[in-house]
C-alpha cells in the first residue's frame, strides 16, 4: 500500500460554493490584546500539550521570560474541569489559544480525538476558561458531531475562516473540516459536502492564515491511503 501526503486548502469561496454561511456574532467587549495570556497580567503565557500523559502544561509567563515556579498541569481530572481522564483520550493532541468569551482573558481549546462519548464517534475538544487567578472556572466540552467517522480533535483553530471579521472554532475530525458559529457559537457544526476530499483520506491537522490571498485560508493536511504499488510520494 502506497500512503501520499495530502493538503487541502479551504478558503472562503470553498465555503461559498457548499451553499453555507455562519452566523455572525454579537460586538466584542474588551479583550486582551494576547492571545496566550491566560491571567491577564500582560505577559504571555506558554502551554505545551501531552497526549500520552493526558495534560496541558502551562507556564505562565513574566516581565523577565516565563517563570517555571508558576507552572502548572491541566488534565480532565482538574478541578472544574469537564469529562475525565481515560487512557485512550489522547488529552493534549493539539493546543490552541485564544479568547474565545471575549472576557479579556485567554482561554484553551484542547484537541481529544480519542475520547470516548456514548452514542458518538470518538474525540472531543474542551475549551477552558482563563481568568485573573488562572484556569479557575472550568470549561466546556464540544462534543464530535455524530455524522464524521470519529477522531474528532486532531487539530483545532481559532480563526476567520470565512472573512466577516469574527472568528470561529475550526476542528478536524479523521474524514472532514468541521467549523462552528462566530464568537463561541459550538452547538451547530458545519462540515464540508460529500466527496469534498480525496476517497480514503485520513485527515491529521491545519494551519490557518492568508496564504493564497487577502481573504483567510484554512490548510488542512494528511494521508491517503493509495492501492496501487510503489513508493511514498
Not at 42 to 68: H, K
Not at 209 to 221: C, E, Y
Request: proline letters at 6%.
Amino acid at each position: 500500500m502506497r500512503v501520499r501526503s495530502l493538503a487541502v486548502t479551504v478558503s472562503v469561496a470553498a465555503l461559498a460554493a457548499t451553499g453555507l454561511t455562519l452566523p455572525l456574532a454579537g460586538p466584542a467587549s474588551a479583550a486582551t490584546a494576547l492571545a496566550d495570556d491566560f491571567n491577564g497580567d500582560g505577559c504571555r503565557d506558554l502551554a505545551i500539550g501531552s497526549p500520552r500523559t493526558n495534560s496541558v502544561s502551562i507556564t505562565y509567563g513574566s516581565a523577565s521570560g516565563v517563570d517555571a515556579a508558576a507552572a502548572t498541569t491541566l488534565t480532565q481530572d482538574s478541578t472544574g474541569m469537564p469529562g475525565v481522564t481515560e487512557a485512550e483520550d489522547e488529552f493534549g493532541e493539539n493546543v490552541t489559544t485564544a479568547d474565545v468569551n471575549r472576557d479579556g482573558y485567554a482561554d484553551l481549546i484542547v484537541g481529544a480525538p480519542g475520547e470516548k462519548t456514548e452514542g458518538r464517534p470518538s474525540g472531543a475538544v474542551t475549551v477552558v476558561w482563563g481568568g485573573k487567578g488562572g484556569f479557575t472556572s472550568g470549561g466546556r466540552v464540544v462534543a464530535s458531531p455524530a455524522d464524521t467517522a470519529g477522531r474528532f480533535g486532531e487539530a483545532t483553530a481559532w480563526a476567520d475562516a470565512d472573512g466577516d471579521g469574527y472568528a470561529q472554532l475550526s476542528v478536524v475530525s479523521g474524514d472532514n473540516w468541521w467549523y462552528y458559529g462566530d464568537g463561541g457559537d459550538f452547538d451547530r457544526p458545519f462540515g464540508l459536502a460529500a466527496g469534498f476530499f480525496p476517497e480514503g483520506v485520513r485527515l491529521e491537522g491545519m494551519v490557518a492564515g492568508g496564504f493564497l490571498h487577502r481573504d483567510p485560508d484554512v490548510v488542512v493536511f494528511g494521508e491517503r491511503a493509495d492501492a496501487a504499488p510503489g513508493p511514498p510520494t
